[in-house]
């Protein structure tokens, strides 16, 4: 569970336990503001941090609770979303990218997951911004941090530049006029780490960076490493020019604290969120939306851009033919299921959904993920006349050829059958309803992954 999902659900407890609905006192918003401040310290928020923006909410609050008619609880979260984004730097700042080539610094101690960021922030420069990349390998201490590299770039289809028997600085320089031979974009360096701040590091960045004059300098900070790393981020800002920062390990980082102290402390933006272990997983950082999420209140703007990321025109167009024609069968159901789980684990996914968060249980994002990874086992068992047709599935024999070849559970089969006979029924209302000319109500994400009863 991510340090947003466990933020979120904390809060709703102790809002509801702490403020009534129709009622807000100076007495409930201090009962509420005491919880908060231990919320807050336990997730490793700055004590600065903390102080700071309990006061500012509580100024607001009571300067608004004498309001009447106002949902009490709804008017106290709009101020601690206004604080909250505020203090996480009020609005995204992007990259920059205005030379050509465009070179990028990306700096961080050793375990921070620096190098998977490297390659994770060249996919989202070619796929979002469409440029292309570049991606040096600066460090030459650790034995295996050019292959890693070279691996990622190759899982990208992106040249490494590398070296051998040459310092860093001087492998930036070549690879910076190799980019500009080549017409590239966008040159990524990848720095060297240590497991911890030392001054052999510090001097060779600085002379990295007086050498390639970088557009842009990252600092990659371990979202698990707790307030310590606000410490290490402002000695690194000491000795280069830091332009931002990319927090890692925030899909499962329950002391995820860091997000919200890093930019009020050091006055410098979160450009990206480091959010799974796959390419793709990478998230330009908004503070409205991070607030949206500690808050319980969805993220659809996120939820919508994976979307578009993940279901292609064609896809989306060839399944909107066959459910026009009533065609709609178990390679569609696949094909949905397998676009909805790359777009990320089903739990974060639901969590960006406004209101689907309280109604859905852990368990039930669980059995759904199962559900899914079930679903491929045994329509991968089946022929392609079963997959067009699925009431062949029916019939005994067929059945018991499928069971036995996917090693899965009748109780399972039939339940993959009616999923599918649910959603193929909402496909043909939507089919009936765009040609009667009216306005197709589309499934959610609950009922597509069938996570509610």
Do not use: C
């Amino acid at each position: 569970m991510s340090f947003a999902d466990i933020m979120a659900k904390k809060m709703q407890k102790t809002l509801e336990k702490n403020i009534n609905k129709k009622t807000l006192t100076s007495e409930n918003i201090e009962a509420f503001l005491k919880d908060l401040r231990v919320i807050l310290l336990e997730s490793d928020v700055s004590f600065k941090v903390v102080k700071d923006l309990i006061n500012q909410i509580r100024a607001k609050a009571l300067g608004e609770y004498v309001k009447e008619g106002l949902d009490q609880q709804q008017m106290l979260m709009k101020i601690i979303h206004e604080e909250f984004s505020n203090i996480m730097g009020a609005k995204n700042i992007d990259l920059n990218l205005s030379s050509k080539p465009a070179v990028v610094m990306v700096a961080g101690l050793q375990g921070s997951g620096k190098t998977t960021t490297v390659a994770k922030l060249a996919n989202h420069i070619i796929e979002k911004l469409h440029k292309s990349v570049l991606l040096v390998a600066g460090d030459t201490y650790r034995l295996a941090a050019v292959d890693q590299l070279k691996t990622l770039g190759k899982q990208l289809n992106i040249e490494v530049y590398h070296e051998e028997n040459q310092k860093p600085q001087q492998i930036a320089i070549n690879a910076k006029k190799y980019a500009q031979e080549k017409g590239i974009d966008v040159v990524l360096v990848d720095t060297a780490g240590r497991l911890h701040i030392d001054e052999a590091l510090m001097t060779e960045l600085t002379e990295m960076q007086n050498a390639i004059s970088p557009d842009d300098v990252l600092l990659v900070i371990d979202g698990m490493a707790g307030q310590e790393m606000v410490n290490i981020a402002q000695t690194f800002m000491e000795k280069i020019n830091v332009r931002g920062f990319i927090i890692t390990k925030m899909d499962g980082s329950a002391k995820g604290g860091i997000a919200l102290s890093l930019s009020y402390l050091t006055k410098l933006p979160i450009k990206f969120l480091g959010m799974g272990e796959k390419v793709r997983d990478l998230e330009i950082f908004y503070p409205k939306r991070m607030a949206d999420r500690i808050l319980g209140m969805g993220d659809i703007e996120t939820l919508i851009e994976k979307a578009q990321s993940n279901f292609s025109e064609r896809d989306v167009k060839d399944t909107m033919d066959r459910m026009m024609l009533g065609q709609f069968d178990l390679n569609d159901l696949l094909n949905q299921m397998k676009q909805v789980k790359n777009m990320g684990k089903l739990g974060s996914l639901a969590k960006m959904v406004p209101g689907l968060a309280a109604k859905v249980s852990d368990s039930k994002i669980s059995e759904a993920e199962n559900d899914v990874a079930i679903a491929e086992i045994i329509i991968s068992s089946t022929t392609v006349q079963e997959r067009k047709k699925p009431q062949l599935l029916r019939y005994p024999t067929r059945k018991n050829r499928i069971l036995k070849g996917s090693g899965r559970t009748e109780k399972e089969l039939n339940k993959l059958l009616s999923q599918y006979e649910k959603t193929k029924k909402v496909m043909d209302r939507i089919a009936g309803q765009v040609k009667a000319g009216q306005m197709p109500d589309f499934p959610g994400l609950d009922n597509l992954l069938n996570l509610q009863k």
